[in-house]
């Protein structure tokens, strides 16, 4: 079987023509834009632009005019526009691209969000075993999608990236557990506990690598932590599929806290 090591695999961005490799787009946590120079500062109207293709890949220069300027003229929206793409062309590495009316970022600038749903999508549609070369867990906590950026096209991205990365999370505990990695499916698991703290199927996630350990008692204690947390919280009773999972109290009353 494949082992799977908790290090830090860097992704290789696509080359450039000149040999070198391209910019990098990161959207999770901080906006930050990386050339082969360094960080790049990109003012703010310039970062919405790099962003909006950055999870759109390609769109008219009307539709991402009028999505990063809601709120103006269509005149005025497509001088902000003009405005920020030709301060973006001005760099020494360009980043955008357009293909006549279509914007695009630049051949060989690579996004996090791309690596991360590459890497996320082929966690939750693997079936029943690792491949030969799998995820390093650095890959699925990369932090929030542009915390305090409050537009709609962004809103509905970072919660579909949000579900994304929990579904990814228990599918890899899971994977990892049926390998014998009990402690990095530990660790899978609680990532995703911590993100979603009333989740059930994180905390499944959780109270099954215990049970594939044969520690019953930290799935005990577990259980009742998750049932005391929805009680309190939401007045709320763990599921049947949840309970069941510890047989033993199927046909028992709940027991107490341990």
Same mark, same amino acid.
């Given at each position: 079987?494949?082992?799977?090591?908790? %290090?830090?695999?860097?992704?290789?961005?696509?080359? %450039?023509?000149? $040999?070198?490799? $391209?910019?990098? /787009?990161?959207?999770?946590?901080?906006?930050?834009l990386e050339c082969v120079d360094g960080a790049r500062d990109v003012p703010v109207n310039e970062?919405?632009?790099?962003?909006?293709? #950055?999870?759109?890949?390609?769109a008219s220069r009307t539709v991402v005019a009028g999505a990063l300027w809601p709120d103006v003229t269509e005149?005025?929206?497509? !001088?902000?526009?003009? %405005?920020?793409?030709?301060?973006?062309?001005?760099?020494?590495?360009?980043?955008?691209?357009s293909d006549g009316d279509t914007l695009c970022l630049a051949d060989g600038v690579s996004v996090d969000v791309d690596a991360f749903t590459e890497v996320a999508l082929g966690l939750v549609t693997s $079936?029943?075993?690792? !491949?030969?070369?799998?995820?390093?867990?650095?890959?699925?906590? !990369? #932090?929030?999608?542009?915390? $305090?950026?409050?537009?709609?096209?962004?809103?509905? +991205?970072?919660?579909?990236?949000?579900?994304?990365?929990?579904?990814?999370?228990?599918?890899?505990?899971? /994977?990892?557990? #049926?390998? !014998?990695?009990?402690?990095?499916?530990? +660790?899978?698991?609680?990532?995703?506990? %911590?993100?979603?703290?009333?989740?059930?199927?994180?905390h499944r996630a959780l109270v099954a690598v215990h049970l594939a350990e044969n520690n019953v008692v930290e799935a005990i204690r577990r259980y009742e932590a998750f049932r005391r947390l929805l009680d309190e919280d939401l007045g709320l009773e763990p599921s049947a599929q949840f309970t069941g999972m510890l047989p033993r109290w199927g046909s028992q009353p709940r027991p107490g806290a341990l």
């Open positions: 079987m494949a082992q799977y090591e908790l %290090t830090t695999r860097p992704r290789v961005s696509r080359a %450039t023509a000149s $040999g070198q490799a $391209g910019p990098r /787009l990161r959207l999770f946590g901080v906006f930050r970062q919405r632009l790099l962003a909006y293709l #950055g999870l759109h890949k390609r005149e005025r929206a497509h !001088g902000s526009l003009r %405005t920020a793409l030709w301060r973006l062309r001005r760099a020494r590495q360009p980043v955008v691209g $079936g029943h075993a690792l !491949g030969d070369d799998p995820p390093s867990l650095d890959l699925l906590d !990369g #932090g929030e999608l542009l915390p $305090g950026w409050d537009e709609e096209w962004i809103l509905f +991205e970072r919660e579909r990236l949000r579900q994304l990365r929990l579904h990814s999370l228990e599918s890899l505990s899971a /994977l990892l557990a #049926g390998n !014998g990695q009990y402690a990095l499916a530990l +660790e899978a698991a609680l990532m995703c506990v %911590t993100i979603e703290p009333l989740r059930e199927s994180a």
